[in-house]
């Protein structure tokens, strides 16, 4: 059984930054991708990054490109998502997932089906 548990959200200033991490247990993940996903008040999940589980190939999102990096941390079952010049739009529940599919809908939400509780992250301008 896959286990994902966020960590690292919380309150900053517009131009800030915040770390936010996954642990992952419960199987092995090889040909998994992780990625983050937020979810602003009554807005959709958005995509904000992936990585393949080998670290080998990554995507971020438009919204956050040049801001945010993904990345993991290969001697624990541990990815990150470090969040730069954070703004006010990026104010949202964070959410990491993970599972075993083409990096072609790696970026698509209702294609996961392991995910963890999620992490409030908030931005004051």
């Known amino acids: 059984q896959v286990q994902l548990e966020e960590s690292g959200g919380g309150s900053v200033q517009a131009g800030g930054s915040l770390r936010l991490s996954c642990t992952t247990s419960g199987r092995a993940f090889k040909s998994y991708h992780l990625a983050w996903f937020r979810q602003a008040p009554g807005k959709e999940r958005e995509f904000v990054a992936t990585?393949?589980?080998?670290?080998?190939?990554?995507l971020v999102g438009d919204s956050v490109k040049g801001r945010f990096t993904i990345s993991r941390d290969k001697s624990k079952n541990t990815f990150h998502l470090q969040m730069n010049n954070l703004q006010p739009e990026d104010t949202a529940v964070y959410y990491c997932a993970a599972d075993s599919l083409s990096r072609l809908i790696a970026h698509i939400p209702r294609y996961y089906k392991h995910w963890g509780q999620g992490t409030q992250v908030t931005v004051s301008s």
């Open positions: 990585i393949s589980w080998d670290g080998e190939r990554s």
